[in-house]
């Protein structure tokens, strides 16, 4: 008797402090008396019971449809659809206490809500089933994890946007494909721990107003799927990897695209341990910018940049803004392209914008077409800076090392303008170096006014090309010059060539020198010694000083 009781007892403790686990059942959907969760005589296994909210509900074979009915109580402790492939549509909001597992099937949301305090598993081998949709109304998901093993699946909307935010930022979020009729949002609200995009995310209209929010809390966000069409193009995009604390980074591989700025809203990423782009296209009028590491005006808080695909615009006024706060950044490929109308305006890349010694470098091939519509071109860094190619497009100034000298410039290419002529401007802290076949203007794409400065005790050392301007003035000081080859030449009205000495301690060898009026070779500050191995010509000859 004392048993029966110890026993009676332990189980009123159990129901008293869980009510919903001590009475818990499986039940298997059957369909045999209509669609309604709500109704018993559609289940097996809950002894003629509709589903209580302790319940773990399964679906494991059939196609007859079902219906989360307003009547049903609205919670399940965990819901399981493999081998069933009907519909299952929810005229009310469902919770799962545990996991909720979609591998075959379709879930219709109706603009209903599905909260998950467990694992959404999203382990379909199909794009067409196992997936979770709306045709009236938007999709919204809270769940801790988001699991998608098999990189397949789809969450979508015909005709709504689509929300999926952490229930608690502890967990995961590996997501299928993502289709929405308008726009998309992904840890905004409340961000989970990382983020793995399986399959592209798009919106299905082209419109300035739908937007794209991906964030994590501290950890990764990565993608090697397209964000976003050609033809169907975000507006406003916000990307932030660890975006609470955390080093997480944004990385973008393979060679997917995001597509956005439409309307003239910006492209906004971040990452607090880095951002890796592949390729980014802004298109529609009005144009909007690209902003990298900007952190959209605040606190800087992307330590590096990688960007190893293009970043382009199908429009002529937007600009690109790339910063790191204390690290690198590395330019793999193209900023704008030659095409008519594919031209940046503004164009800013800044390396340890906050503090450190980060580098710029421009690698490859790597061309920026930028300065339309007359706007600047800036490049600064704390440490070295590399530098390929730059076509200027406007009047106003390419600028390097104006905000921020850098260490050393590197100019591996060219610096040249079509259909304008823009002032150059390049100081270093240390030495220039521009290798062999390098020019900072040439015959026929000749700069504006040049100004170039090295480091106090700064070498400029030209290998093999030119410094050639339509401008007024070739203005260079420097402690030690090397021109082993090429032209310096200025044919402006009544122009001048200025080659001056840094700090009196180096030697000049110049190579041709060629002015439309004035050539001055140390006459305000002397080098140790002059050698000219090419000629010093003035087409309109008023003074040669050396």
């Known amino acids: 008797m004392k048993k029966i009781l110890l026993v009676l007892s332990l189980f009123f403790l159990v129901y008293l402090f869980n009510p919903v686990s001590a009475f818990a059942a499986t039940g298997t959907w059957t369909g045999a008396t209509n669609a309604n969760w709500s109704n018993a005589g559609n289940w097996s296994g809950l002894g003629g019971a509709a589903p209580a909210a302790g319940d773990t509900l399964i679906f494991n074979s059939g196609s007859v ?79 801790n994890t988001i699991t998608n093993p098999n990189s397949s699946g789809a969450i979508s909307s015909t005709s709504g946007s689509i929300t999926i935010n952490s229930t608690g930022t502890v967990g995961a979020f590996a997501l299928p494909a993502i289709t929405s009729d308008t726009s998309v949002s992904i840890g905004a609200t409340t961000p989970s721990l990382s983020v793995t995009l399986n399959g592209a995310v798009t919106t299905i209209t082209n419109s300035g107003s739908n937007s794209l929010v991906i964030k994590s809390s501290t950890g990764d966000i990565t993608t090697s799927s397209d964000i976003g069409t050609s033809a169907n193009k975000f507006a406003a995009v916000t990307i932030f990897a ?21 309307g003239g809203n910006a492209i906004n990423i971040d990452g607090r341990g880095g951002v890796t782009v592949q390729n980014i296209t802004v298109s529609d009028s009005p144009p909007g910018n690209v902003n990298i590491g900007t952190n959209n005006g605040g606190t800087l808080v992307t330590p590096s940049v990688t960007i190893n695909g293009n970043i382009t615009t199908t429009t002529t006024t937007n600009g690109v803004v790339i910063k790191s706060s204390t690290g690198n950044i590395a330019l793999n490929g193209n900023i704008g392209s030659s095409s008519a109308s594919s031209q940046f305006g503004t164009v800013t890349i800044r390396a340890s914008a906050t503090s450190g010694s980060g580098t710029f470098t421009q690698g490859g091939s790597s061309t920026i077409y930028g300065g339309l519509s007359n706007n600047t071109i800036a490049i600064d860094s704390g440490g070295a800076t590399t ?83 339509s401008g007024t003035s070739i203005s260079i000081t420097a402690s030690t010059i090397n021109h082993d080859a090429g032209t310096i030449l200025v044919s402006g009205v009544s122009a001048a ?48 000083l050396l």
């Open 65 to 143: 449809a079902s219906t989360i009915d307003a009547s049903f109580n609205g919670t399940a402790s965990a819901v399981t659809i493999n081998g069933y492939t009907g519909t299952i549509t929810m005229a009310r909001t469902l919770t799962v206490t545990n996991n909720l597992t979609i591998t075959t099937g379709i879930l219709t949301t109706a603009g209903n809500t599905i909260t998950v305090n467990g694992t959404l598993i999203m382990d379909s081998v199909s794009s067409s089933v196992g997936v979770i949709k709306s045709t009236s109304g938007n999709v919204t998901i809270s769940a």
């Open 497 to 544: 060539v200025s080659i001056q000495s840094k700090a009196t301690v180096g030697a000049f060898a110049l190579s041709t020198i060629t002015s439309s009026g004035t050539v001055s070779i140390g006459n305000t500050t002397q080098p140790t010694a002059v050698t000219l191995n090419g000629n010093v010509t003035s087409t309109n000859p008023t003074k040669i």
């Open 387 to 469: 530098i390929n190619n730059i076509i200027g497009y406007g009047t106003s100034n390419i600028s390097i090392g104006q905000t921020a000298a850098p260490t050393s410039i590197t100019l591996n290419g060219s610096i040249t303008q079509s259909g304008a002529v823009p002032v150059l401007l390049m100081t270093s802290a240390g030495d220039i170096t521009a290798n062999s076949g390098a020019n900072m203007g040439t015959s026929g794409s000749k700069l504006g006014n040049v100004t170039i400065t090295t480091g106090t005790s700064g070498t400029l050392h030209i290998v093999s090309g030119d410094i050639q301007s």
């Open 242 to 262: 660890a975006s609470t604390s955390g080093t997480g980074v944004f990385n973008q591989t393979g060679s997917s695209t995001l597509y956005g700025g439409n």
